[in-house]
């Protein structure tokens, strides 16, 4: 199995941008979150935020932060849900 060298060939961050962009399409496109500012920001931040902590799990120095961030990360997409 070949290892992985940089976060964005891991499958499961190519996977979160692409759930990321479609929350934008969704928030951009939706009369929802035309009215509700608060409401579209949050979800945009989350779904950034599941990128950003599988990222940033990837750059720490251990496989305990990692997975750390990864719990996060599913958080995140908890909060979109």
Known sequence: MATIHR????????????LCNIVFNLVKNSVLFKTDFRFRDQVK????????????????SSRLEFVNFLSIAKGSTGEIR
Do not use: K, T
């Open 45 to 60: 931040a989350s779904a950034g935020s599941v990128m950003d902590n599988i990222a940033e799990g990837f750059e720490r």
């Open 7 to 18: 976060f964005e060939d891991m499958p499961l961050w190519q996977q979160a941008r692409g």
